[in-house]
């Protein structure tokens, strides 16, 4: 990070260093805009269901993630930003080598961001996999 | 496993055997009756969000795959299940020692079961985490 | 009402009162306790969607409505409230002389209460149509 | 109806036409293509809330018409659709002239179709007020 990277980008990215479960995962931030970011991580059978595909709560971690991070893109400085719900569609059985997941703000509020995202198979332009839309309230940062 | 559990037990148990992720949550399934299915996991700090609570995706994890072993524990013998969407409402940060999820069946129908349940602390007498509503569906087993 | 009513229960019968839709779909709030409200309708035509079963989203309606009475019965003295969002799962298709839903607070918060709650045949011991889990913000009442 | 109608069209404009509720609540189809659908609605204070803005759960029945209808658009003659779960944000306050609802296909399943689709205010480039993802079945039509 350097001193180009924007206040709320930063916040960004240092709420997502502190996500235990991102380096768990061995996801990073790979699209960052106001409004609109996107996480990716590559395939581990260490978090996959019984046949093999990445587990819906594991799809579910990403692209939650991902929203969190736009919803929290277009908060003021010092806030931080927690999902208070999620519902998700499960589209595909999910198995890639890699999965880019997608979080937009569809609207920035005083009190709920609600924001919508989806995961794709391995890129943008990948098959979509699951789509989520979920209500992110804004918390003072600690 | 003995002779003694039932076929839906059985096939239950495998197929949570066979979900790599519960493994590396250290989840396990601690009660099984027809409908109603509980699954135990404890805290580990590789798996949470910014603040040290559990991540929301890790806990629609874990409940997830309690529901879906509600769901088995009602369908036919060689069923397996999927989930194609669930929504979960978090309801407190989750930071205890355990976390116990139960899912239950609301309604088991020849296309598509809908399923409840809820993450709490510790055990059955815990502080309700998160609540979760679902759809799952019966696939061939492979 | 009368003055041995609640000011919680007073306050939520005059917001059913001032929904211009339960009038128009025949709604009465038939039971009311702290965390707990049941809402009933007759069948009508008039709402039914293409195969003559009560429309899902009128479904849905009553349901809200029992639910932000739920919620709005553990809020303080001036509170309004407003539902943010919702999911529903239809269970069964809805054609009965009589509908029930009872709406109940999981877990009442500072900015946010969650609820749940279903639809019945009939009454409290009927056949369940559809469940809920809503999350309901507090509002000045005007 | 005209003998140009794709069979698609027609069947969704049948089913559209034996919806009680649409002609109840004033609504038609204003627009019609494979995978989208937009379904129209005046204001009418009869289905309002406390405040005179439009009850969600008739937001939510004219939404969830738009993306029956958008599912119903690509799947074979001779199908009919149900919804069997929706999920609903909602955005702003819902106080307009008209209301414009339109449901697009997320993804086609052989058993369940995903969609999505929102509300907005008066027309296609009105204000988003609610946000819905669905899941829908095919039925053999009667």
Redesign the interface.
Known sequence: MTDSLSEAEQRSRE??A????MA?LGASIVHFEPGRVRVAMPHD???????GFL???????????ALGCAAGSVMPAGS?V???????????PARADRYLAEGRV??A?R??T?C?GELRENDAEGR?LA?M?A?M?RVES?
């Not at 059978?45 to 046949?51: I, L, S």
């Not at 927690?82 to 595909?92: A, C, G, P, T």
């Open positions: 709420i997502f502190r996500q235990a479960v768990t059978n260490a978090f996959t269901q019984q046949d587990h819906a709560g594991i799809i579910a971690t990403i692209v939650d993630t931080g927690l999902s208070i719900e999620f519902k998700i569609n499960m589209l595909r569809l609207k509020g009190r709920v609600v919508q979509i789509s839309q209500s309230i600690p």
